[in-house]
């Protein structure tokens, strides 16, 4: 149901009744390296590309989040998924394999939360009884697309930030046991003329501030509400310029822990070739589905709103000069208990 | 409404740039003066390991001082694209800089690593396709400069 301008209250509570989270090899030697549930040694996963590597990791946590709860692809209706690819082959060539029904959604990194408000909003209306999110991103296969080859030795700045390899799916139901998904806002496009595609967190961090003041303003809430706010993939860069647009805007974020998942993916001191912090679609995916999650189950947090940021350019785009325009969505995830 | 379509490019709003002050203030700058040492460390070795090759070739393979030039390049390339195959060099790159991307070993990273990149599309659209991703452009200009050096060799040699 809408509320305020660009927000939806989901009033018949849809469950996420299963997630899985699948990682690479530097996000196990990372702080939270525990709670993912599969994790692989090889960048590769046994495959014979990058792509295709990619694509098994997104296949092999839909599997898992379906197996979590003897639920066979069948009963799924829709599958919502996207990732960075062009032409998002991850998300399609995973949905031939699933056979299930699939809606292919593009919000480059924001894709985890826009896929994820929008299972919500298809049990929460009635157009579906399960349906799954998932989205993925290799380290490998976005530098091949959107830097230089793996190999070339070029150096970084340390305002860049490192992808995330892994994937991270959610069955969103009618009804079951697991947090339930309240509410969700959807983010306008927002570009204040950053143009270094090496500087990811300072363009993507006025449209998370924007769309966080649009949560607050459209439900009548205040910050303290939520136990944690965490945006997507702002890394140390982004983190610190929104906690200033924050203090400039007199918003009181101070009321709750604000925290970014390319923070807590990676060990910043240790694993210096990570710089700003993760990035990609898999971060905020795997640090929702995989710790995030957890942390609610296990009561630690009860209300949290997870702030997907997304860059939406391309190589192209860059190349030409054109600024890159950023988007985020956030969807408030609740323990039941909790939830007003 | 003319210079309005040509400056829209450019054009920075009031707020976009007070916002880019901000976010300037927040960013780490680029260690430049590092940087710079890395560079001339790392940029110094290779020329050095260049150089002691070139005197070995001279010394020990009868070459002359024109002619060593050769070998002592390709056995860089060599290095270069083995360090490269073992996924070394770009780690050397990052500490590095622009000393190991100057001289012919960068040459050798960027042709090696755009053609281990692109293997899987095909030996022809994929490895031969992209090898010249990169070093296509260093291609292009050097002949370009090249030329340009040598059309000012030629009319101050006839003046001369």
Redesign the interface.
């Known amino acids: 149901m809408l509320q305020g301008h660009q927000s939806w209250r989901f009033d018949q509570q849809p469950v996420i009744l299963s997630a899985a989270s699948v990682v690479g090899p530097d996000e196990c030697e990372g702080p939270i390296a525990e709670d993912f549930d599969i994790g692989h040694g090889d960048l590769m996963v046994g495959q014979?590309?990058w792509?295709q590597a990619e694509k098994k990791l997104l296949e092999e946590a839909a599997t898992l989040a379906l197996e979590r709860v003897h639920l066979s692809k069948e009963n799924i209706q829709f599958f919502i998924g996207g990732d960075l690819m062009n032409q998002i082959i991850s998300s399609g060539f995973t949905a031939r394999t699933l056979g299930i029904p699939y809606f292919g959604v593009f919000g480059a990194c924001s894709t985890s939360m826009e896929s994820l408000a929008l299972a919500a909003q298809f049990v929460n209306s009635g157009s579906a009884k399960y349906a799954m999110a998932g989205t993925c991103s290799h380290n490998c296969t976005s530098e091949?697309q959107f830097r230089?080859?793996?190999?070339?030795?070029?150096?970084?700045?340390?305002?860049a930030q490192y992808t995330v390899t892994g994937a991270g799916v959610a069955i969103v139901a009618a009804e079951g046991d697991g947090p339930v998904i309240t509410r969700a806002t959807i983010g306008r496009v927002i570009?204040?003329?950053?143009t270094d595609p090496f500087?990811m967190g300072?363009a993507m961090?006025?449209a998370a501030v924007d769309t966080i003041q649009a949560h607050f303003r459209d439900f009548r809430i205040e910050p303290g509400y939520y136990d944690l706010i965490v945006t997507g993939d702002l890394g140390r860069?982004g983190y610190?310029?929104a906690n200033?647009?924050f203090d400039?805007h007199n918003f009181p974020i101070t009321q709750t822990n604000y925290y970014d998942c390319g923070l807590m993916i990676y060990d910043l001191n240790k694993q210096t070739?990570v710089n700003s912090g993760g990035s990609g679609c898999a971060c905020s995916a795997t640090v929702t589905y995989g710790h995030l999650l957890k942390r609610l189950k296990k009561g630690d947090l009860n209300r949290i709103l997870v702030v997907a940021t997304g860059a939406l350019f391309s190589p192209i785009s860059f190349q030409q000069?054109e600024s890159i325009p950023c988007i985020a969505h956030a969807v408030a995830i609740e323990n039941r208990g909790s939830a007003s | 409404m003319r210079e309005f379509t040509k400056s829209k490019q450019k054009k920075v709003t009031a707020v976009q740039l007070e916002y880019q002050t901000l976010a300037k203030s927040l960013e780490p700058p680029r260690p430049v003066l590092r940087n710079c040492y890395r560079a001339f460390i790392a940029g110094g070795a290779i020329c050095f390991l260049g150089e002691a090759l070139m005197k070995m070739f001279q010394t020990y393979f009868g070459f002359t001082e024109q002619t060593a030039g050769n070998p002592t390049v390709a056995v860089l390339i060599l290095l270069s694209a083995i360090l490269t195959s073992l996924g070394v060099y770009d780690k050397l790159a990052q500490w590095a800089g622009a000393g190991s991307a100057v001289p012919v070993t960068g040459f050798a990273n960027s042709l090696c690593s755009a053609a281990i990149e692109h293997k899987r599309e095909g030996l022809v659209l994929g490895t031969g396709g992209n090898m010249f991703k990169l070093a296509g452009s260093v291609i292009v200009f050097g002949t370009v400069a090249a030329f340009a050096v040598g059309m000012i060799h030629w009319i101050i040699g006839i003046k001369g």
């Open positions: 014979k590309s792509e091949k230089y080859p793996t190999e070339y030795g070029s150096q970084k700045p340390p305002t570009d204040m003329g950053i500087n300072a961090a006025p860069v610190d310029i200033a647009l400039k070739f000069g």
